[in-house]
């Protein structure tokens, strides 16, 4: 089982969208799922409890925040139900977090590109470190830029990469663009893959343009995500052979 982990001080990163677009993604394309929700805030653990008393699909399993001294032990269980663990951790550098750390193949480091957001990542990127010191062993990190311009890279994205690459941090080629579809996803309890048919319905009775121009937002929602999963995965088995 690959572990996948999400980490940013800050709240607003994106940190949970992106790791609920990785989760159904991977589901999409036939790997089992499931998501381990840290985050204080249960987002993720909420949409899918929503879901279930609906009576509507949920194409992964959600597991709550357990005791701290049980992280290790929950993680490991998970091999058997699961080829991918995700876990949107929180915030704070407690003790279930670097649990969970220890456990993780791939971290990922969500923010916007602004140089407030590097300085919080770099913070995620020292407790990523330390937790490698302390179990003497490498933990893989990437950075991921979130919430960007769909259109174009912004001066402050550019310039924080290059930072960033002058200080050897590792960051991800693909970008999760800021978009309509996505705050949908918890706004509504949507996966983004239901919005087609979803919008589909709301255009009835509306212009062309105007159902093309939502159309085409949600088809540019599903292409960037479908992106930003195969680079996260393709990272990942490169890092485990390496």
Not at 26 to 51: E, F, K, M, Y
Not at 61 to 71: F, I, N
């Amino acid at each position: 089982m690959y572990v996948i982990t999400f980490a940013n001080p800050k709240g607003g990163s994106g940190k949970t969208t992106s790791a609920m677009l990785l989760a159904e993604q991977i589901a999409i394309s036939g790997g089992r799922v499931a998501i381990l929700d840290l985050d204080p805030n249960a987002n993720i653990l909420a949409w899918a409890q929503t879901r279930e008393a609906e009576g509507r699909d949920v194409p992964f399993t959600v597991h709550a925040r357990p005791q701290a001294e049980e992280t290790v032990e929950l993680i490991d269980s998970l091999s058997d139900e699961a080829d991918y663990l995700i876990i949107d951790l929180e915030g704070s550098k407690d003790q279930i977090v670097t649990f969970a750390l220890s456990r993780t193949d791939l971290c990922i480091i969500p923010l916007d590109g602004s140089p407030m957001e590097a300085r919080q990542a770099a913070q995620a990127v020292r407790l990523v470190q330390t937790t490698a010191n302390m179990i003497r062993a490498q933990i893989n990190y990437a950075l991921l830029f979130t919430r960007t311009n769909a259109a174009f890279q912004t001066t402050d994205e550019r310039d924080v990469r290059q930072e960033m690459e002058l200080n050897n941090i590792p960051t991800l080629p693909v970008r999760i663009a800021k978009r309509a579809p996505y705050t949908r996803i918890f706004r509504d309890g949507v996966l983004l893959s239901e919005l087609p048919d979803i919008v589909t319905q709301e255009m009835q009775g509306k212009t062309a343009s105007v159902s093309d121009k939502a159309m085409k937002q949600v088809t540019g929602a599903i292409e960037n995500a479908r992106d930003y999963a195969q680079t996260v995965i393709a990272t990942l088995t490169k890092e485990q052979v390496t």
